[in-house]
Nanobody, 125 residues
Framework: QLQACGGGLVQAGGSLRLSCAAS????????MGWFRQAPGKEREFVAA????????SYADSVKGRFTISRDNAKNTVYLQMNSLKPEDTAVYYC????????????????????WGQGTLVTVSS
């Protein structure tokens, strides 16, 4: 129901824009998150956005470089990634908060369900 796309190979310092499109149901009433998993590492939180789009949260490692946004009319969430670094190389996943109209953003994997298929981002040095 969630499909992430937009990954690819980019040089360090470059940019990519990931998209996460929902199908089969609407996620307009759910906070949405982006996570990533690098080879040999655990999945980690990257960014989250409130169901209304008015609030965001970022991991310290991407703050100031990545921007999460959403278009509820298109049932799509985006992750604009600028100034990419080799350490950003990972499979990126989008997911929806378990709770509709949650009171606050969460960063814990277990708080999210409806995980989409990931998209691979590779940043070369």
């Amino acid at each position: 129901q969630l499909q992430a796309c937009g990954g690819g190979l980019v040089q360090a310092g470059g940019s990519l824009r990931l998209s996460c499109a929902a199908s089969g149901r609407t996620f307009s009433g759910y906070h949405m998150g982006w996570f990533r998993q690098a080879p040999g590492k655990e999945r980690e939180f990257v960014a989250a956005i409130t169901w209304s789009g008015t609030g965001t949260s970022y991991a310290d490692s991407v703050k100031g470089r990545f921007t999460i946004s959403r278009d509820n009319a298109k049932n799509t969430v985006y992750l604009q990634m600028n100034s990419l670094k080799p350490e950003d190389t990972a499979v990126y996943y989008c997911a929806a908060d378990r709770r509709p109209y949650g009171l606050f953003l969460v960063r814990t994997i277990s708080d999210y369900d409806q995980w989409g298929q990931g998209t691979l981002v590779t940043v070369s040095s």
